[in-house]
């Protein structure tokens, strides 16, 4: 399973667009990319899921350049309740077998 | 849907004495896994289940902590006896088989907070 590697923390503002940016170099053909997101005292929500090119779905855009050793989470027009921690994970689904390793993750504040 | 439930919520115990969680997963979904999240750090696998068989427990300190799924559907994670870094919050999910490539969209209960002292 390939390794990531994302900011520990990020600053923003209310209604600025938020990127946050994970390296996966080692990132397998069949591997997909997928976001969580924590809120403190909650387990983990899945917010998106990229192959290649780029994803939209009404909570977030996922990019993935040519060479899928990176991504980019992009969060429109955040929100205080966007204060969360964000994982970023690689890895694919084999025969039912579907192992995700979290990293740290990248923990946002928005601020007002 | 109802989503993952867990219980308790809270925690709070003695060290070497024994604790259990529960979890119910979504009706429907064959995968269930425990995650241990210690604070500060992601959730860490401790083990999954494909309905009622163990897929993967790699990474569950077996002389101490134990899991079981009953019928395929509710399970209880069980750990005898506790030690102070057992603190930590434990997670239940779970997730059915896709019809399609990616991984599995995992759905996460609230977890259950434990304390060791």
């Known amino acids: 399973l390939a390794k990531t590697t994302q900011p520990i923390s990020m600053d923003s503002y209310e209604g600025q667009e938020v990127n946050i940016t994970c390296s996966h170099n080692?990132?397998?053909?069949?591997?997909?990319i997928t976001w969580y997101q924590q809120f403190p005292s909650q387990g983990p929500r899945f917010i998106i899921q990229g192959y290649k090119t780029k994803v939209t779905n009404e909570v977030a855009s996922l990019f993935i350049p040519a060479d899928r050793k990176s991504s980019t989470l992009s969060l429109p027009r955040v929100s205080l309740s966007d204060t969360a921690v964000y994982y970023c994970l690689v890895g694919g689904s084999s025969g039912g077998y579907n192992k995700l390793i979290f990293g740290a993750g990248t923990r946002l504040a928005v601020h007002p | 849907e109802a989503g993952v439930a867990q219980s308790p919520r809270y925690k709070i115990i003695e060290k070497r004495q024994s604790v259990a969680f529960w979890c119910n997963p979504i009706?429907?979904?064959?995968?269930l896994y425990w995650y241990q999240q210690i604070l500060g750090q992601g959730p860490k696998l401790l083990i999954q289940?494909?309905?009622?068989?163990?897929?993967?427990d790699s990474q569950l300190p077996k002389d101490r902590f134990s899991a079981e799924r009953l019928k395929g559907v509710d399970s209880t994670l069980k750990i005898q006896p506790a030690k102070l870094e057992d603190s930590a919050v434990y997670l239940c999910?779970?997730?059915?088989?896709?019809?399609?490539?990616?991984?599995?969209?995992?759905?996460f209960g609230p977890g259950t907070r434990l304390l060791v002292l």
């Open positions: 009706s429907g979904h064959a995968t």
């Open positions: 080692n990132i397998a053909t069949n591997d997909y």
């Open positions: 289940f494909q309905n009622n068989g163990v897929v993967d």
């Open positions: 999910a779970s997730s059915r088989p896709g019809t399609s490539g990616g991984q599995e969209t995992q759905y």
